[in-house]
């Protein structure tokens, strides 16, 4: 099955770019996604690209992927207090399948 | 768009009663939906995939007698944890699939077992 990598710590300074990394095991992975967790909260989802795309960028979001070394990443330009939170990578398990895979989580910390 | 509703977000009971959480999609049919448990600082474990008008399929190690999930309508799962002991206190999230779009999630529910 599909396993997903995430650096746990991210420290910034605000108004500076973020940048989270994730890399995933299953090439047949249709979709991949960007969730935001804050303390006490569900999962909001930020953003997702389709395997066969190199780039997506949404306002302050851009989402690259290496679909040849299977890397992803989040990219927050003039990152902000507010965006302070747990960021979650997952992969959909396998081509055709809606169960998603998530990484352990990388929590940003923005310094003022 | 694509708004999932838990209910409620914090429960505190006693040892040997039982709970339910109500997972609900306001403004699409979900067919679909999952329920998962976080542990602190972890990330989440899929603990079941409920569909509508049938029975769950449960995740290897998750016991379903324990953890029963119905989902009768269109736009409501409800995950009913039986005798719960304080081992079960965990942050327990539902999601709903909305047709063509990726799961989004309910906003989670706390559950302390004394």
């Known amino acids: 099955g599909e396993d997903v990598e995430q650096s746990l710590f991210l420290s910034v300074r605000e108004g500076d770019s973020s940048v989270i990394n994730c890399t995933y095991t299953d090439s047949s992975s249709t979709y991949l996604y960007w ?24 306002q302050r979001l851009t989402v690259l992927l290496n679909k040849k070394d299977k890397h992803l990443s989040l990219r927050i330009a003039d990152t902000q207090t507010g965006d302070s939170a747990i960021y979650f990578c997952a992969g959909n398990s396998g081509a055709g399948s809606y169960q998603l895979t998530f990484g352990k989580g990388t929590k940003l910390s923005v310094i003022p | 768009g694509a708004v999932v509703s838990q209910h409620p977000s914090w429960v505190i009971c006693k040892s040997g009663t039982s709970v339910k959480i ?37 995740e290897q190690g998750v016991e379903k007698d324990k953890f029963l999930i119905n989902h009768a309508s269109l736009t409501l799962s409800t995950l009913t944890v039986t005798s719960a002991h304080p081992e079960d206190s965990s942050f327990y999230i539902c999601s709903a699939l909305p047709q063509n779009q990726p799961q989004h999630f309910g906003d989670g529910t706390r559950l302390s077992i004394l």
């Not at chain 2, 979900?30 to 448990?37: D, E, N, P, V």
């Open chain 2, 22 to 58: 109500e997972c609900r999609s306001l403004d699409f049919q979900a067919t679909t939906m999952f329920w998962y448990r976080q542990f602190p600082k972890q990330s989440l474990m899929l603990m079941a995939t409920s569909n509508e008008g049938s029975k769950a399929t449960y």
């Open chain 1, 35 to 58: 969730y935001k967790q804050e303390p006490g909260a569900g999962l909001q989802l930020l953003t997702y690209i389709f395997s066969n795309m190199d780039m997506k960028q949404d």
